[in-house]
């Protein structure tokens, strides 16, 4: 019989940490919501001490989510426990997941503290934990850098002190995999009560090894894989939820293990995950990639056409992928267009569909037949917008090669009409110092990129980019067929998600409210 293996998924908490990603509420429960539907065993909802916004987001998760387990992270330290308690109170299933360093280079260097301080503060943490919930979850930080008897130590007290939960991270992605799976039999051989709570493992990918590692931890007896959709996390990221789950399906016979992700929904929330965050991913990423299922040499076509399994050992309707086709356009009538958004899978309040549809047929006036993926674009990027600051009622660049370009745009604050125009090395650049004069919020651009949403001369064209702005980095998508329009649309939202976050930087100590 197969082992089942836990998924615990932190791409609201980790994920968020890498650069640029900064998710606000709605934007979390979208995720949330869908992971629901992934089946995920945990959801690590954030951080709650480092923002009022994480706080705010865990205490709205933990009242929607009733079926799941809802984890909130917590330094080894009892404000933090406590904070965490406060933002789980409305969870069904509480998690408090809390951490400190074992490795003698964290501890020397980062905490300033003795081997013996770390287990006496850990030991407390987890004490103070079993307030608020029977479910803790303690991790060594760097565990795989950490003397393994110290490890063995450490380990010992937090099961001791209450701990359901053991996780191994390897918090720099250093651990080769017979040095991995080598530390967690040399675990299950050496720490007391092991055999009485959870093995999970957190594995990050700097080296590339992060999948291979979780998977033969897993062989080797942990019970719990920790991810993030699309890989996404600090430096290099996590190991990807999408490639572990259809891993273990794929070889389920010969690894001996199981999960119960529900493997349709991984196509849409990868997309949905995409969207949110600004972080594509490239046409080769393993299972989700747009070339994952495409052949092109003749010899591997010859091969698809006379059997299917000669080159594919997935299929795409596996994972919910399939190919778009053309769908409606500009006569489409309303029941039609509501019929196919509830096909693809979105659950759109009234004024949301009516939103939706109204934009479907300006974009259907402009480029005739819409597409499944057109369809998802002008849902995601245009219909869950966030709060609007800043509008752009209209924009005009004149641009040529014996000429500079200029761009005058029209921006709306709070109902007043503000104008100016700027030249610029091209009409973006021009457009976005006009809105630089505008706001007075002169942002550096980091990233910019633009993808095609569907096939055409016509196609909706999706621009992502990353600015800088006081030392933060937020991310910013606008779409449109039209790419300058596009370009200010993105670059409008990072400035609206940066009035946003400042609104919401401060944190406030719930329990002294």
Do not use: W
């Not at 530390?183 to 990918?205: A, M, P, Q, T």
């Amino acid at each position: 019989m197969a082992k089942k293996i836990l998924i615990f998924d932190t791409t609201l908490r980790d994920g968020e940490q890498a650069p640029g990603i900064h998710l606000n509420v709605r934007e979390k429960l979208e995720i949330v919501e869908q992971l629901d539907k992934l089946n995920i065993d945990t959801i690590e909802a954030g951080f709650p001490l480092s923002s009022k916004s994480d706080f705010n987001s865990i205490v709205e998760i933990s009242k929607k989510i009733k079926n799941r387990y809802v984890a909130a992270l917590a330094r080894a330290v009892i404000k933090d426990i406590d904070i965490a308690g406060e933002s789980l109170k409305g969870a069904a299933h509480p998690v408090i997941h809390t951490f400190i360093s074992t490795s003698d280079i964290h501890l020397e260097y980062q905490f300033k503290k003795t081997r013996q301080e770390a287990v006496e503060l850990a030991k407390a943490a987890v004490k103070r934990a079993r307030n608020y919930t029977d479910r803790i979850e303690f991790s060594a930080m760097d565990a795989t850098r950490s003397d393994r008897n110290f490890l063995c130590r450490m380990y010992e007290a937090a099961i001791e002190s209450g701990a359901k939960i053991l996780n191994v991270p390897d918090t720099v992605g250093y651990a080769l995999p017979a040095e991995f799976s080598s530390l967690i039999d040399y675990l299950f051989e050496n720490v007391r009560g092991i055999e009485n709570v959870i093995l999970s493992v957190h594995c990050h990918n700097d080296l590339g090894l992060a999948v291979a590692n979780s998977i033969l931890a897993a062989q080797h007896g942990a019970t719990q894989i920790e991810v993030a959709v699309n890989g996404i996390g600090e430096r290099a990221g996590n190991a990807a939820l999408e490639e572990v789950a259809m891993i273990i399906d794929t070889r389920k016979k010969d690894l001996g293990l199981c999960t119960e992700i529900n493997l349709k929904e991984i196509m849409r929330t990868s997309s949905l995950v995409r969207h949110l965050t600004g972080y594509t991913v490239a046409p080769n990423k393993a299972i989700v990639g747009k070339s994952v299922f495409t052949h092109e040499a003749g010899i591997h076509q010859d091969g698809m056409l006379k059997h299917r399994t000669t080159y594919e050992i997935m299929k795409p309707e596996d994972i919910g992928s399939q190919a778009s086709r053309l769908l409606l356009g500009k006569h489409s009538g309303r029941h039609a267009f509501s019929k196919r958004v509830e096909e693809l899978g979105f659950t759109l309040k009234d004024e949301e569909l009516q939103k939706a549809f109204n934009r479907f047929k300006d974009m259907a006036e402009k480029k005739g037949e819409i597409s499944d993926d057109d369809l998802k674009a002008i849902i995601n990027n245009e219909i869950r917008e966030i709060e609007q600051y800043y509008k752009l009622k209209y924009y005009q660049v004149l641009s040529g090669s014996s000429i500079k370009a200029t761009a005058t745009v029209g921006i709306d604050i709070e109902g007043k009409l503000i104008e100016s125009a700027s030249y610029g090395d091209g009409p973006v650049d021009a457009s976005f110092k006009a809105i630089d004069r505008i706001t007075g919020m002169k942002a550096k651009l980091i990233d910019y990129n633009i993808e095609a949403v569907s096939e055409g001369k016509d196609a909706i064209g999706v621009v992502k980019i990353i600015v800088k702005s006081n030392g933060m980095e937020v991310m910013g998508s606008g779409i449109s067929t039209d790419i300058i329009e596009a370009s200010i649309k993105s670059y409008l939202d990072a400035l609206n998600r940066i009035v946003i976050f400042k609104s919401n930087n401060t944190f406030k100590d719930p329990l002294k409210e």
